[in-house]
């Protein structure tokens, strides 16, 4: 699926996603058409911080 790919991605960069995060592309996904939006999720200078423990 293609949040799942998304999510490979930013792992790929030792990010790991709360779930709260993975909501939230999960509806970026589904509001927009998937090929933008995952275009998007590759290209831009977007950080998403680890959740402090």
Known sequence: M???TVCNIYDT???RLSEYV???IR???SI???DR???LAC???LV???PKD
């Open 13 to 15: 960069f030792n990010v």
């Open 37 to 39: 939006a995952l275009n």
């Open 22 to 24: 993975r909501d939230l």
């Open 27 to 29: 509806e970026y996904l």
């Open 32 to 34: 927009f058409q998937r």
């Open 43 to 45: 290209t831009h200078d």
């Open 2 to 4: 293609m949040i799942n």
């Open 48 to 50: 998403i911080a680890k």
